[in-house]
């Protein structure tokens, strides 16, 4: 079956420094890859997506790019800001599930950036 | 606004007493679902629907139901609660596309003494 293995947190960083979040995935079919971010006390956001192989996904200054050779999907940001804290999570939906193209989560990153 | 919105956010209930967590959509999004968040699992589907009168279990179905009258609502029935369904619920909506995105409530934290 399909899952998605993420960094464990919780992860604690300085102002401005670089982050990277690690995330693999395994999949029987043709998954798009998704990060999304929860926000205390709120729903999960996505922040940005890629649908297949080498496509960069990008969204607020957060990358990640759609690694099929390497099965991954590590999401990175070159300079983290105090509002950035948040809970983040890699997910993945098959498109070969046909008729139900739920996400596939992983357990999440807590991040937390000091000034 | 386009948003799925959820009802009540926050519930304590005991031992078998019967709720509904209601969820909402105002995109026409044919596609809906419902997760549950515990720590150290992310999040799990329960039931999904592909349209009206159109749903099908996920991973962890045991002890809920579903219904999917209306293309905008798809409540979740918990007929007789047990403390290891406390957690944290999502209802998600999305389009027919299959690489669209998949929209957020804002969470029902549900208790269960």
């Not at chain 1, 399909?2 to 960083?13: A, K």
């Not at chain 1, 105090?82 to 990153?109: I, P, R, W």
């Not at chain 2, 044919?30 to 039931?47: K, N």
Request: charged share 20%.
């Amino acid at each position: 079956g399909n899952s998605v293995t993420q960094m464990e947190g919780p992860v604690t960083l300085s102002e401005e420094a670089f982050l990277t979040i690690n995330c693999t995935y395994t999949a029987t079919g043709y998954p798009s890859l998704f990060w999304y971010v929860q926000y205390p006390g709120e729903g999960l956001q996505l922040l940005l997506k890629a649908t297949k192989a080498d496509d960069k996904g990008s969204n607020k200054g957060f990358e990640a790019t759609y690694r099929k050779e390497t099965t991954s999907f590590h999401l990175e940001k070159g300079s983290v800001q105090v509002s950035d804290s948040a809970v983040y999570f890699c997910a993945l939906s098959d498109l070969s599930n046909f008729g139900n193209e739920k996400l596939t989560f992983g357990t999440g990153t807590r991040l937390t950036i000091i000034p | 606004e386009a948003q799925v919105t959820q009802n009540p956010r926050y519930l304590i209930t005991v031992t078998g007493k019967k709720l509904t967590v209601t969820c909402s959509q105002n995109m026409n999004h044919e596609y809906m679902s419902w997760y549950r968040q515990d720590p150290g699992l992310g999040l799990r589907q329960i039931y999904y629907s592909m349209n009206v009168e159109v749903t099908d279990k996920g991973d962890v179905p045991e002890g809920y139901k579903v219904s999917r009258k209306e293309k905008r609502n798809f409540p979740l029935i918990l007929e007789s609660p047990s403390p290891n369904q406390t957690s944290l619920y999502f209802c998600a909506s999305r389009t027919g596309g299959r690489t669209d995105t998949q929209y957020f409530g804002p969470g029902t934290r549900l208790t269960v003494l």
